[in-house]
């Protein structure tokens, strides 16, 4: 049985805003592919593609995540696969900010304006973990609310 629901936590204004951003930075980086001088001063060329590829992935997957289940992509998709989609992008998105974070400590570049931007990196982290801890709070209960229903149909 599928679960619809009229109103979707991961449509909030704030996260579908900063996930379209960090697609368009994404794309930014993989828009520098094949140039031999990497954007961040204090990664790799193949760190940086990594990270570039992993971002736009993952946000990619948040997207169509937020927009299956809706008028838009697959109508009839349940809202607990839509939310299991977006919460494992979530973690993709989460491994390219860790790459960022980790390239930074270990060259030893944490000096203005790398420390903003591994302070931003890591409030995006924590942000996309409680947003996928969320969306997984949120499923289990659409499936115990479901479970609970159909129980009092088969009494």
Not at 19 to 48: C, K, R, V
Not at 90 to 117: K, N, Y
Not at 146 to 153: A, F, T, W, Y
């Amino acid at each position: 049985m599928k679960y619809f629901k009229r109103t979707r936590f991961d449509h909030g204004p704030m996260f579908v805003s900063i996930n379209a951003g960090l697609w368009a930075g994404a794309i930014y980086i993989l828009s520098h592919f094949n140039d031999q001088t990497p954007i961040f001063a204090g990664m790799s060329l193949q760190s940086e593609n990594a990270m570039g590829i992993v971002q736009f992935l993952g946000t990619s997957g948040v997207i169509f995540g937020q927009l299956s289940g809706t008028r838009v992509l697959k109508q009839g998709m349940d809202i607990r696969d839509s939310y299991n989609i977006v919460k494992w992008s979530c973690v993709a998105v989460m491994v390219a900010f860790g790459t960022l974070i980790v390239a930074t400590i270990v060259t030893g570049v944490i000096t203005p304006p790398w420390s903003e931007i591994m302070l931003l990196a890591a409030g995006a982290e924590v942000g996309y973990f409680l947003v996928a801890t969320e969306l997984n709070f949120e499923a289990k209960r659409l499936t115990q609310d479901l479970n609970r229903r159909i129980e009092l149909m088969m009494q």
